[in-house]
């Protein structure tokens, strides 16, 4: 059972990430509308109490070159709430992951891309090759 909205927003942070990883990406930026989920993984020791999710999730990441943890606001990743409204209303349960995106989405992530302006990142991190 999961305990709070931050423990969610946390536990999808380590799906995405053991997606990407799985698909061998090397670079990523993760955007969130959590703040707050940025800040715990970026400051694990302010999050005790998500102590052994924090750990697993800093780990994963390092599965990267190159990652970086950006929020953003909710009205600004209109993606993200469409392909969540197709999961949910089409119940579509296997990951969206992949390369080229759900093809119906498209014009909808190049109005978005166009429309962009450079999110706020909170952080980054990197491993060296």
């Known amino acids: 059972m999961v305990a709070s909205s931050l423990e969610s927003d946390l536990l999808s942070f380590r799906w995405a990430i053991e997606c990407l990883a799985t698909i061998h990406f090397d670079t990523v930026v993760f955007e969130s509308p959590s703040y707050v989920a940025g800040e715990a ?20 990441l390092q ?8 929020f953003v606001h909710k009205e600004g990743n209109l993606c993200v709430d469409a392909i969540a409204l197709s999961v ?27 429309a962009a302006t450079s999110p706020c990142l909170c952080n ?3 491993r060296e090759a």
Do not use: K, V
Not at 43 to 55: D, K, R, V
Not at 63 to 69: C, N, T
Not at 88 to 113: C, F, K, M, V
């Open 41 to 60: 993984i970026l400051h694990p020791e302010s999050f005790p109490q998500y102590g052994a999710l924090l750990n697993s999730i800093r780990r994963q």
């Open 88 to 114: 949910t209303r089409d119940h579509l349960y296997q990951s969206y992951i992949g390369r080229a995106g759900p093809s119906w989405l498209n014009q909808l992530i190049q109005a978005e891309a166009a």
């Open 63 to 70: 599965s990267f070159r190159i990652w970086r943890i950006a």
């Open 124 to 126: 980054a991190g990197s």
